[in-house]
């Protein structure tokens, strides 16, 4: 019994012993004790920006029709006119679309969102309405699919096809931006568009310039 | 004959149609991927500085740039009131390249019900204004979270570590008994007592 316990003990310390030497730990201090050393390293990441840029950065409206002769407030071709008229930036046919959208940050959604048009001596706005009031008001007139009195109607459209629905106030997916009807946009993504405008069956504001903004917006999401 | 007529005539619409467009720059914004978020929950009542958050300017013309809160992208919580988030040190303009880091605040009312916060950091930029046009915009969202945990915070002071406020109550506690004994006529006396000395009278008390 004692032998055992000898012998028990003689391997816990020949065990023990040999990890310590293991872990290099010795008696003899080694010859650069205390000099300390040190390696500079360096390290590239890709970019973690989400971004988004858009040519040009203002556009014109042109090719406007629509409106009543007999009222003489029929449009032409630089002037909206009344009830309803239309304008472009760019032209669905033949397809012309001046509007370059790219993504220059890390993948996203891209959104789109219009806002209220401004007139110019800071009266009474046009409110931007769509067909289902998704974000924003209906439009008032021909179930959903035209504007009413002070309210107009932004459609952006591209070679995929036109958003008849229309932009909202509230920033949406952008279903020109990928032909899938998707908006989800990888880096260096960009895609060309262009812009129908339906004004108002009336306007109580007088002005004859307006002013009105289309924002695009990488948003965060997953394909 | 007829051709030319019709080339010149398609031309005409095609600069017509392009040359507003092509009279402006570009315009862009980008801004940090990394959600905006608080390290530990934040009190009713509380303060908090969040992390500034980055800003670039991408177009290739100087631009304005703001900052809102709205919840746009999806997530879990409740959104996150605007009024809660305070920007300080917005530039009004970035030239192109420029980058600047916004510093936000955070300031939790006292009635704010606790849980998960989450909305976005919405930077806009802007060249000028166009009247009679159509302003192309550009924006980029980034996620904002925090956690509004339960317990008011009454002020900054608060805010203080609590060993801190656990010392000064000691030391407040002792002067106020040392005042009281002083005035009260109580005192005190603290003796050494040898060990042997101490068995010697308690055997002598014993006998």
Redesign the interface.
Known sequence: MERKARSLAVCVLVVAASGISGCGISGAAPQNAGQAASVNLSLTTVP????????????????CTGGLASRNTQST?GKLGFPNGQC????PSPG?Y??TITN???AS?I?VNGTSASP?DGGDQWSLCTEHGDGGPTCSRDDGRMPGTNQYMIQNFSAAGQQTAGISET?TCDREFFASGQCWAVQGASQSEG?E?IGPQFSTDTS??????????????HP | MHLRLALSAALGVLIFVAAPAAAYASVGVGVQAAPVQLAGGAHPGGTYALPPVYVVNTGSQAESVAIRIERISRGAGRTVPRSWIRVSGLPPTLEHGQSARIPLSLVVPTDARPGQYFSDVVVTGSAALIAGGAHLGVAAATDLEFRVVPGVVSSAWFAVPSWVLLAVAIVIALTLALMLMTRSGISVRIERMTAGAAAGDGGGGGA
């Open positions: 973690t920006i989400r971004s988004v840029t858009v040519s040009p950065a203002g556009a014109a409206f042109g090719n071709p472009f930036v760019g032209l012309f001046p509007i220059t940050g890390i959604q959104y110019s920033p812009i405008l004859t310039k307006w002013t009105m903004t289309i924002t695009w917006t990488p948003v965060p999401g």
